[in-house]
């Protein structure tokens, strides 16, 4: 399917609508503008992802991002104290999923720490051993450093009561939208103009709830990706991709 747009001379032209496929498995079949196909299927791929940190701890991994193709997974590493990437790349196996072929090569790599670590009795040699079948590249850290988002603390209901985006709270005039967004919502559901008193009740708490927050507004802070699915040493966990908004 496309979209038929006008350019500047009036002319129409057909452009193809964006094509979405899910973050954990990369299907397309049936996801509209959704970025997984099912919680089930985002949260196999977070397990995977978690308990294979031990070799990124081994590794000295400061950051890591996960990510793949119709025919490749790739697994970049910025270790602690450096500003080089090493990425590993391996092919996708038909009819797998990209969890699988995570474990598949995350088993790899894992057996050949080991056998130098046997060998040599030296951890740091059996982490360099691991690295050399890495691809290395020079001054693009920045690949895998993250975006830093902030989102409000304040509940989702009160937000989705008057119509607000979280990402509005984050502009410098976010009093006046939420007073203009209550304005807005009291106009329909007041009972006095024919609205439901129940609405307008829980309109009336959200308002008074945001109200609270703009006292002492708070936020909390998410680092990651959009399309990648990123590992912080801090915190030695994975976080699936952010929302950009």
């Known amino acids: 399917?496309?979209?038929?747009?006008?350019?500047?001379?009036?002319?129409?032209?057909?452009?193809?609508?964006?094509?979405?496929?899910?973050?954990?498995?990369?299907?397309?079949?049936?996801m509209g503008k959704r970025k997984y196909c099912t919680i089930d299927c985002r949260q196999?791929?977070?397990?995977?992802?978690?308990?294979?940190?031990?070799?990124?701890?081994?590794?000295?991994?400061?950051?890591?991002?996960?990510?793949?193709?119709?025919?490749?997974?790739?697994?970049?590493?910025?270790?602690?104290?450096?500003?080089?990437?090493?990425?590993?790349?391996?092919?996708r196996t038909n009819g797998k999923k990209p969890s699988e072929d995570f474990n598949k090569m995350a088993n790899i790599l894992g057996n050949i720490w080991w056998a130098e670590k046997k060998r040599t009795?030296?951890?740091?040699?059996?982490?360099?051993?691991?690295?050399?079948?890495a691809r290395k590249n020079h001054d693009r850290s920045a690949s895998v450093k993250p975006i830093e988002l902030k989102y409000p603390s304040v509940k989702g209901a009160a937000l989705l009561h008057l119509k607000i985006g979280s990402s509005e709270l984050n502009k410098p005039d976010y009093f006046n939208i939420i007073k203009s967004a209550f304005r807005d919502q009291a106009k329909k559901h007041h009972p006095d103009h024919g609205g439901d008193s129940e609405s307008f009740r829980w309109i009336k708490q959200s308002y008074e709830t945001l109200l609270e927050w703009v006292e002492n507004p708070s936020f909390v802070k998410r680092r990651g990706f959009p399309d990648k699915w990123f590992y912080g040493g801090d915190r030695n966990r994975w976080v699936q991709p952010v929302t950009l908004k």
């Open 44 to 91: 196999r791929l977070r397990r995977m992802l978690n308990i294979r940190t031990g070799l990124l701890k081994t590794l000295n991994a400061k950051f890591a991002t996960f990510y793949f193709t119709d025919i490749m997974i790739i697994l970049d590493i910025l270790q602690y104290g450096s500003n080089d990437i090493f990425s590993f790349i391996y092919p």
């Open 121 to 133: 009795n030296k951890g740091y040699l059996a982490s360099m051993q691991v690295l050399e079948k």
């Open 1 to 30: 399917m496309a979209m038929m747009t006008k350019n500047k001379t009036g002319i129409v032209e057909s452009k193809p609508k964006p094509h979405y496929t899910c973050l954990s498995c990369g299907t397309s079949i049936n």
